[in-house]
Structure formats: C-alpha cells, structure tokens
C-alpha cells in the first residue's frame, strides 16, 4: 500500500486505531423535543461522515461502538430502530466499499436478526480485499462479554487436554478476542460529556490515549476529530515505561 499522506498535514501521524463511542443521541433528541430514534437517525449520518473523513487524515482503523451487550435494556421499539438503521447502512454500504474501505464487525452476532446477521456476512466478504482503511462496527459487543469468550475457547482446550492453564499466555487470550488482526485501540474519543470506558474493548483500551469532548455525537464535525486526533499528536506515550 502506498504511504498515506494526512489531510492534516503531512508531517502528522495519525493514530492507527481510532475507537469511537457514539452518545448522545437521545440527548440531541430530547432537546430537539423529539423521539430518542431520530437522534439515532442523525447519530447514523454523522458516524457516514466521520467515517469518509477519518480516512482522509489517514487512520488505519476506526472502529466504532453501535450497540452494546446491555442496550438490549432499552424500549423495544429504540432497539429495533437502531437495527433497523443498521440495516439500511449495509443495504447502502456500496458507496464505502467503492471507497476501498474494509468492513469488519465484532461482538455476538448470533442473537441479531437473521436478515443482519446475513448483510453483515455479505458485507464482509465483499470488502475483504480493501486495503485503504478497516471499518469496524461493534454490534452486540461488549467487552467482558468478549474476553469471557475468549477464555472459554482456551478452557475448551484444556478440556480436550490440547492446553496445559500454566501455558496461557496475553497472547493467547488476544488470538480469541473479537478483535483477531486488528491492532490495539490508541485513541479513544468519546463525546456529550461523559468521561467513562462502557465495557467497550477494555483488553485492546489498555493503554489508549482518551479524548472527550460536550459536543453530542450528532453534532459533531470534522473539525472536531481533527481535534482530536491533533490533541493525540501531541501526547506522550510511554506504555508503562519512561
Ligand atoms: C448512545 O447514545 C448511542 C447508541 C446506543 C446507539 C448508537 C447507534 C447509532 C448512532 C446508529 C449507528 C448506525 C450505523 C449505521 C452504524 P444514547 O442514546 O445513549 O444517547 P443519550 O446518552 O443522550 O441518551
């Protein structure tokens, strides 16, 4: 692949992995006087946007937090809504594949309905060969969920005596995460105000970088992930050392 020269400059190294946890919504709505759902709708619009712009500035992958293990707790007609709009974004998904953007999904999928469950499959098998940026939709997706999967794969071995437990490594519990050959997280960017992880991909957070910001997720720009990522550029990793 060629070397990516960001929008934003060309001595600007983008974060690799960029995490999004897309709230506010509802809060866009009710200010709005309307429903929770048309937030969700103009939620879906911004996530198109900042999608085709992330890969402008040149990330590798983004990978965006759309429905969670616990939000099945909401109204039934919200749930269905949101499927709903994901429905519709793979029934429309041609215009990112045209763009060479990789589609990947993580989370339990086998509770989703029938119908997504096989526009996501489709989704990826089209986009596999794209290579100018991994998009990745957690859906159904929670984190403990995630390593509780992973570590009962391992225990299956040990079962089958294919494993001895002295011999599981971080390693190996990453091999069996959702997130297979997708690199750690390096940003975190969450708007509308709230300064917490969720459960979302807290093994591959570890040591991300976090960015929040008031805006709610409907009303974010472009410029406002420039910021983001420009506040990222000027952080100072150490990754447990000095
Ligand atoms: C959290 O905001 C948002 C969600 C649980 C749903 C996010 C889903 C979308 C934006 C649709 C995405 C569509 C595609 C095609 C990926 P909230 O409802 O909790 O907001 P609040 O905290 O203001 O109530």
């Not at 089209?126 to 794969?153: P, Q, W």
Request: contains cysteine; negative net charge; proline residues 4%.
């Amino acid at each position: 692949m060629a070397k990516k020269i960001s929008c934003l400059g060309e001595n600007i190294i983008p974060p690799a992995h960029v995490g999004v946890i897309m709230d506010g919504n509802g809060r866009w709505a009710k200010k709005r006087g309307l429903p929770r759902k048309f937030g969700h709708r103009e939620g879906a619009k911004t996530f198109r946007t900042i999608t085709r712009h992330a890969k402008a500035v040149g990330v590798d992958y983004i990978t965006y937090y759309a429905f969670s293990t616990e939000n099945w707790k909401r109204p039934k007609d919200e749930v269905e809504s949101i499927m709903d709009l994901f429905e519709k974004y793979l029934d429309e998904v041609k215009d990112f594949i045209e763009e060479n953007i990789r589609i990947r999904f993580i989370g339990d999928r086998s509770v989703l309905r029938p119908s997504l469950q096989e526009k996501m499959l489709d989704t990826e098998e089209t986009s596999k060969d794209f290579d100018a940026m991994t998009l990745v939709l957690a859906i159904n997706y929670g984190g403990r969920d995630e390593i509780c999967h992973s570590v009962k794969t391992l225990a299956e071995k040990v079962k089958r005596g294919e494993l001895d437990p002295k011999d599981i490594t971080e390693e190996m519990i990453e091999r069996n995460l959702y997130t297979e050959e997708i690199p750690p997280l390096d940003l975190v960017i969450r708007p509308s105000g709230e300064q917490r992880l969720s459960n979302f991909m807290i093994w591959q957070a570890a040591y991300a970088e976090f960015y929040y910001t008031n805006i709610l997720w409907p009303d974010f720009k472009n410029a406002d992930f420039d910021r983001a990522i420009l506040d990222f550029c000027e952080r100072n990793r150490r990754f447990g050392g000095v």
